[in-house]
Structure formats: structure tokens, C-alpha cells
């Protein structure tokens, strides 16, 4: 079983910042992607940020420039940096990873989410 919990979630003002960790634990043999996925109140969820083992990334338009992702393969970890924090960036986020074991081949799992509230 994998699991993949959060943290760093927290209340910031607006144009503060917060750093969000998913560390990925259990028996894995490797992960493909990694991200990040946001769904506020009575929204979908929605992509964030999201990183290949390479380190390709991809971003929502809506954090280009204010959110940075990344990750630590040795650690199993994803990180993602949260700068200029608008209101409406305020959600529970959701760390996801695409986790690749031999005889399952690969598997989406979730974190339970952390939540991020900005002030205005």
C-alpha cells in the first residue's frame, strides 16, 4: 500500500506565502508524475502544478509565476512553493501520485489534503 501525506497548509494573508510537502511512503518501486490539485468550496478539483520524474513541469495559468513545484525522488517527495497568495487561491489541496509497482504496473493514489486559507 502507498500512502502520501501532506502539510504545510495553513492561514496566510494575501501576498503571503506557504510551502506545501507530500512525502509518498510504502512500497514503490517508482513514481511517474507527481502534483498538486486545489478544489475550493462547491468547485471541481482542479490541476495546480504537476511534475514528471525528469522534472517537466506543467502549471494551472491561473498560479504561473506564483507557484513553483518540485520534487525530491530519493525522498519520494513533492514540494510546491506558494508565493503572491491571492484569496482566491484558498481550497483544500490535494497531493497526487502516479505510482508504479511490479505486477500492479501503475496506480494513482491521493493524500487526504491539506487546507490553505488566504485573507484578504
Known amino acids: 500500500q502507498v500512502q502520501l501525506v501532506e502539510s504545510g497548509g495553513g492561514l496566510v494573508q494575501a501576498g503571503g506565502s506557504l510551502r506545501l510537502s507530500c512525502a509518498a511512503s510504502?512500497?514503490?518501486?517508482?513514481?511517474?508524475?507527481m502534483g498538486w490539485y486545489r478544489q475550493a468550496p462547491g468547485k471541481q478539483r482542479e490541476l495546480v502544478a504537476a511534475?514528471?520524474?525528469?522534472?517537466?513541469?506543467v502549471y494551472a495559468d491561473s498560479v504561473k509565476g506564483r507557484f513553483t513545484i518540485s520534487r525530491d525522488n530519493a525522498k519520494n517527495t513533492v514540494y510546491l512553493q506558494m508565493n503572491s497568495l491571492k484569496p482566491e487561491d484558498t481550497a483544500v489541496y490535494y497531493c497526487?501520485?502516479?505510482?508504479?509497482?511490479?505486477?500492479?504496473?501503475?496506480?494513482?493514489?491521493w493524500g487526504k489534503g491539506t487546507l490553505v486559507t488566504v485573507s484578504s
Open positions: 510504502g512500497i514503490i518501486f517508482s513514481i511517474n508524475a
Open positions: 511534475i514528471t520524474s525528469g522534472g517537466s513541469t
Open positions: 497526487n501520485a502516479d505510482v508504479f509497482n511490479l505486477g500492479k504496473g501503475g496506480m494513482d493514489y
